[in-house]
């Protein structure tokens, strides 16, 4: 075949391929730049790591934690006029091992130039893919780790998989070092891959990653390793239940919602959305067209960060207090989701743009899923004089990621309901992080439970601080507290059934540090300080709260310290362009009392102002049997409700 029909034939068959379509699945394209919070391309990050490398020399060894939009002005974004110029910039962190430094820039990439390079003193990035290959090579090669694994019959060291953890809390030897130190735990893959079921208890090694030598050495004992198979795959199991039969859903109209680069309407809301590197999936712009008017809600809703206290004082576990969004960039670690698995078929899976360590950019497909479910009746009354039945079926709009920090997956979703509210919702599976032990029946221990022979589920918690940009019918705001409360019996209520409702105007920052609480049906309004609905009171959205927990931690507790956010549910701070992070911008290896506690310390007026709230959730895991060897799918969540925000039931015109 002559060079000319070869390619023909080529041109035709990219033809027919393209033609078939492909709905629910976005593919990469040639990215349009025309809004401010449109994601980086991989051709700017590009161009901003070659423009750094001309203004800075870096070594061959530097490494980048983290390339992402600087986000604009919040003025300008929300003064941004289609077909108007506005800034683009960069922000770009910079480790240079060799140095123990940490740099941050900035790249205009419209003016071509470094606009600003600042040293953080004293600060490490997140943990980062070459830490886990020094820590690997340092703990397999040093000798007391090898005597340590001999001892415990285990003379193949390629059968131990090295798990590689922040430090956590420091020593204050470790502290006044500065280095950069990872803590590392050891599991025996044996002739089953679920190493995670076979933890070599006892042995911890803290790596010095600038020297790459080992900085502390411990052996508490042998314990015995399970013997067990745990591995979960089909193929492991002589016996299957029978599945389901299948259950098709289909939308054979085309979904209802639509995406316009990144933007997304459906059923009246509107929103923008960007994966970031460490925070995972951020929205910006919530707004909802009620057929008036377009009323705003959100600026900017984000996962600001996660702490995971485990709870056994010996020295091999106290130290396990997993911040997994700023020591591990959980945005980084997305998986790949997959339609008619994590996605219902009816979904559509979006890519993401990120850089990696080199600073080379990346497109990590389909790490994002978006589709519209069925959740049983929206609204319904039988109507006994006329017997007639009015109802609705609920449908919700789910946008989702899940990231796998280690052991753990985690799901986080962003719901929105066709009456206005917007629902968060975060979902917990994996691998119960295992201890080993030496019962082969629950014992009197009291710092978790037995979930097999030789394999104990340590007591944990996990927690999630979200961070709330609320611009509730505009900028300026005000929080209250709404509580319930019962009335003693008088005269004025005889039977002692009243219940009052009050709200409290929180002042300052200090004020709104607040927890929920079941007694009083808590609740919190964010509500528009210089608007007036047709009821005479501000239109708001309040803060629902979930299923929660207490941070158990005690006072003076080290965790307390470095996990301030976790102390309280809920927090509202002024808006200040860069408090973006509850545990601070650099938790690995941090000072205490970074991030919400430094935040509020100046105690500014909330009152009449741009206002931010922060929510903590939580869950408190007592490991049992049936988490093990994958755990069902444990959740928690909180709902931002409308609450004189529309007129009526927004959903009350939905049509048949």
Not at 34 to 60: C, G, M, W
Not at 232 to 251: E, G, H, M, N
Not at 597 to 603: H, L, S, V
Request: proline letters at 6%.
């Amino acid at each position: 075949m002559s060079q000319s029909l070869l390619k023909l034939a080529i041109a035709w068959i990219i033809c027919i391929f393209l033609s078939l379509g492909f709905p629910n699945i976005a593919f990469a394209e040639k990215s349009v730049i025309n809004h401010p919070l449109n994601p980086l391309t991989e051709t700017e990050i590009t161009t901003a790591v070659e423009l750094l490398r001309r203004e800075k020399t870096l070594s061959d060894t530097a490494f980048f934690p983290m390339i992402t939009l600087q986000e604009p002005d919040k003025k300008q974004v929300l003064n941004f006029q289609p077909g108007k110029k506005f800034p683009r910039q960069v922000f770009l962190q910079v480790y240079e091992r060799e140095l123990n430094k940490t740099f941050t820039g900035t790249v205009d990439l419209t003016t071509k130039t470094l606009t600003s390079w600042q040293e953080i003193h004293h600060v490490q990035p997140a943990i980062l893919p070459p830490d886990y290959e020094i820590a690997k090579d340092v703990v397999k090669s040093d000798p007391r780790w090898q005597k340590a694994m001999i001892k415990r019959g285990i003379k193949d060291f390629n059968q131990v998989q090295i798990s590689c953890w922040g430090a956590g809390i420091l020593s204050k030897e470790e502290a006044e070092t500065g280095s950069r130190l990872c803590r590392t735990l050891s599991y025996y893959q044996g002739k089953h891959w679920n190493y995670y079921s076979r933890p070599i208890e006892g042995v911890l090694v803290t790596v010095d990653l600038n020297k790459e030598e080992v900085s502390s050495f411990v052996d508490y004992g042998v314990v015995p390793i399970s013997q067990e198979n745990w591995d979960y795959d089909v193929r492991s199991f002589s016996k299957l239940t029978a599945p389901p039969k299948p259950l098709k859903i289909t939308q054979p109209d085309g979904t209802t919602f639509k995406i316009n680069g990144n933007e997304i309407t459906w059923q009246g809301w509107q929103f923008r959305y960007l994966m970031h590197p460490r925070e995972g999936l951020v929205l910006y712009l919530v707004k909802y067209n009620d057929g008036e008017k377009i009323s705003p809600i959100l600026y900017r809703a984000s996962l600001s960060e996660m702490a995971v206290p485990y709870g056994d004082p010996n020295p091999n576990w106290s130290f396990r207090n997993a911040f997994d969004v700023g020591e591990y960039n959980l945005g980084l670690l997305a998986n790949q989701l997959e339609l008619g698995q994590e996605i219902p078929e009816n979904g559509v899976l979006l890519n993401a743009v990120f850089a990696n360590g080199e600073g080379e950019p990346y497109t990590m497909p389909s790490v994002i899923g978006i589709y519209e479910r069925d959740n049983g009746v929206l609204w319904k009354h039988f109507d006994y004089n006329s017997q007639k039945n009015y109802v609705r079926r609920n449908r919700e709009l789910v946008m989702n990621m899940i990231t796998t920090v280690d052991n753990y997956d985690y799901s986080l979703n962003w719901i929105f309901h066709q009456d206005g509210t917007l629902e968060i919702e975060n979902e917990l599976s994996g691998i119960v992080l295992a201890q080993g032990t030496s019962d082969e029946k629950q014992s009197s221990n009291s710092l978790g439970r037995l979930l097999a022979k030789n394999i104990f589920g340590v007591n944990h918690q996990h927690f999630f601080n979200y961070r709330l940009d609320l611009d509730v019918d505009g900028q300026v705001n005000n929080v209250m507290e709404m509580n319930v409360n019962a009335l003693p019996i008088s005269e004025n209520n005889p039977l002692g059934n009243t219940i009052t409702v009050e709200d409290t105007l929180l002042k300052t920052e200090t004020e709104a540090v607040r927890d929920a609480d079941i007694k009083h049906s808590r609740e919190w309004m964010i509500a528009s300080a210089d608007k007036k609905n047709h009821v005479g009171v501000a239109p708001a959205y309040m803060l629902m709260p979930g299923g929660n927990t207490i941070l158990y931690a005690v006072e003076g507790a080290n965790i307390r310290e470095k996990a301030g956010f976790a102390t309280h549910h809920f927090w509202v701070t002024k808006y200040k362009s860069g408090e973006m992070y509850a545990g601070g911008d650099y938790p690995n290896q941090t000072s205490p009392g970074e991030g919400l506690p430094k935040y509020i310390a100046d105690n500014e007026s909330l009152e009449n102002e741009d206002i931010v709230v922060w929510y903590t959730m939580g869950m408190t895991h007592v490991p049992r049997p049936e988490d093990w060897p994958v755990m069902p799918r444990h959740q928690v969540s909180f709902k931002l409700m409308p609450r004189g925000f529309f007129k009526r039931n927004p959903a009350i015109n939905l049509g048949e």
